[in-house]
T-cell receptor, first 111, second 116 residues
Framework: GNSVTQMEGPVTLSEEAFLTINCTYT??????LFWYVQYPGEGLQLLLK?????DKGSNKGFEATYRKETTSFHLEKGSVQVSDSAVYFC??????????FGTGTRLTVIP | EAGVAQSPRYKIIEKRQSVAFWCNPI?????LYWYQQILGQGPKLLIQ????????DSQLPKDRFSAERLKGVDSTLKIQPAKLEDSAVYLC??????????????FGPGTRLLVL
């Protein structure tokens, strides 16, 4: 079946710290992988995506690389800001155009 | 470009009552989705439309939930009668692509439902 496992939160970091949020997946076929972000009081927004193995998605200083050999898509950012505080969701699209989400990881960045 | 619109933003009802949610997707988007997001969990797909036809409703509790997308644009999701466990955020999303393609989904702000 299709599923996504995310590292459990919440995660609390100081400003300018390095961020990693782990995500691993199980899928049939060759899925596309996504990171969505939900800022307080707002809807889900696409942060970045990768559609095939070894692709790197990047946006707003965040990066994630599609690793087929480890079935992973870890989210990283070199220096987080207070404005990055949000809930981050890893998701996969197995090709039928529906999304399977992880449970989300809440990030809080303190000044 | 206008995003996905949803209404109402919040709804409080008592169990066994009925409720309906409305969604207007991004103009030109053929595919529309309804997701249920229970507190502390990721969104779960309830139903997917391609234009005005249903392509996946395998996770929709059909004894109480129904959805329609007349004319292939707006959509409504209805719960009748509601149960306590239906308390969740109901998200609508849309994408350009036809089924089988892998496209970005754009989400609306959601409707937060509380069933008492």
């Amino acid at each position: 079946g299709n599923s996504v496992t995310q590292m459990e939160g919440p995660v609390t970091l100081s400003e300018e710290a390095f961020l990693t949020i782990n995500c691993t997946y199980t899928a049939t076929g060759y899925p596309s992988l996504f990171w969505y972000v939900q800022y307080p009081g707002e809807g889900l927004q696409l942060l970045l995506k990768a559609t095939k193995a070894d692709d790197k998605g990047s946006n707003k200083g965040f990066e994630a690389t599609y690793r087929k050999e480890t079935t992973s898509f870890h989210l990283e950012k070199g220096s987080v800001q207070v404005s990055d505080s949000a809930v981050y969701f890893c998701a996969l699209n197995p090709g039928a155009n529906n999304l399977f989400f992880g449970t989300g990881t809440r990030l809080t960045v303190i000044p | 470009e206008a995003g996905v619109a949803q209404s109402p933003r919040y709804k409080i009802i008592e169990k066994r009552q009925s409720v309906a949610f409305w969604c207007n997707p991004i103009s030109g988007h053929a595919t529309l989705y309804w997701y249920q997001q229970i507190l502390g969990q990721g969104p779960k797909l309830l139903i997917q439309f391609q234009n005005n036809g249903v392509v996946d409703d395998s996770q929709l509790p059909k004894d109480r939930f129904s959805a329609e997308r007349l004319k292939g644009v707006d959509s409504t999701l209805k719960i009748q009668p509601a149960k306590l466990e239906d308390s969740a955020v109901y998200l609508c999303a849309s994408s350009l692509a036809a089924r089988g393609q892998q496209e970005t989904q754009y989400f609306g702000p959601g409707t937060r439902l509380l069933v008492l």
